[in-house]
């Protein structure tokens, strides 16, 4: 067995992380695969050295529907078996989302899930994107997959991952549907790594707002995470957070697994 470190994080816009120093980071935390979400840029749109950094084979994937909004990408130090964009469902593809990645010990899939937006407007598809969404991992493991699926889902699970969960009951991304829809995915299996080494572990956020001192006084959620298939789950050695890691609104999180081919060869 070989170790692998993996990163997620939430970039609010590959651009401005690039001005705040991302390529440092990276050479610096060198993960072996790191999943990028709301990056807000097109290939095109980035540097050359961004778009595919030293060491890495990188996959970018955009938003059709408006440009600068959402989007993903896969900074990986193996190219990995077969790469795909989307959940296949062009209702729900448009927004350059997902990205799923088969490597021989594991299916990654990259994810930005949607915002429910304040006034609750996107609740609807972001409910709909999270039924296919689990309906995709529901198929690879059918097929024998392990799955890994990590990102921004958007949603704080339980009470215990955000600050101030009485004052957020009717906020988006604390709503009984989107928690619900959570508990379905658990009860498939689905393990929330962090969560399940650290079960009651306080204050581990991986969000907060840009405003009143939040991440300085750490009022925040935890809605970044990576899930594996229980198949998997004897090979998690860590789970962790970053909150030290600046450019972003969020922050890092990872994930440490062995795997039996080597560095994700």
Excluded at 16 to 28: D, T, V
Excluded at 51 to 78: C, N, Q, V
Excluded at 181 to 201: A, N
Excluded at 221 to 230: A, E, G, M, N
Aim: aromatic residues 12%; negative net charge.
């Amino acid at each position: 067995m070989t170790p692998i470190t993996l990163l997620s994080w939430n970039l609010n816009g590959a651009r401005a992380a690039y001005r705040a120093g991302f390529l440092s980071w990276l050479a610096e935390a060198a993960p072996d695969i790191l999943c990028l979400q709301e990056t807000r840029s097109d290939p095109e749109q980035l540097t050359a050295e961004m778009r595919e950094p030293a060491g890495y084979h990188a996959f970018w994937h955009g938003s059709e529907r408006k440009k600068g909004y959402s989007g993903t990408a896969l900074l990986t130090r193996t190219a990995p078996e077969s790469v795909r964009f989307g959940l296949g469902d062009p209702r729900l593809d448009d927004e350059g989302r997902t990205i799923v990645a088969d490597y021989r010990d594991f299916t990654l899939i990259n994810c930005y899930f949607p915002n429910g937006s304040r006034d609750h407007s996107r609740v609807p598809f972001k409910l709909e994107f999270y039924d296919a969404f689990l309906a995709l991992c529901e198929r690879l493991r059918s097929e024998g997959r392990p799955v890994i699926f990590c990102g921004d889902v958007n949603t704080a699970h339980r009470e215990i991952d955000l600050a101030r969960p009485r004052d957020n009951r009717n906020t988006t991304g604390f709503l009984p549907e989107e928690r619900a829809w959570m508990d379905q995915v658990v009860l498939r299996g689905y393990v929330d790594t962090f969560r399940h080494l650290y079960p009651d572990l306080t204050g581990q956020y991986t969000w907060w707002v840009q405003w009143g001192g939040a991440r300085e006084r750490n009022i925040g959620w935890r809605i970044d995470y990576f899930f594996v298939s229980p198949d998997l789950l004897p090979r998690v050695t860590d789970a962790f957070i970053l909150p030290e890691v600046r450019g972003s609104d969020h922050c890092p999180v990872g994930l440490r697994l062995e795997c039996e081919h080597g560095s994700t060869s």
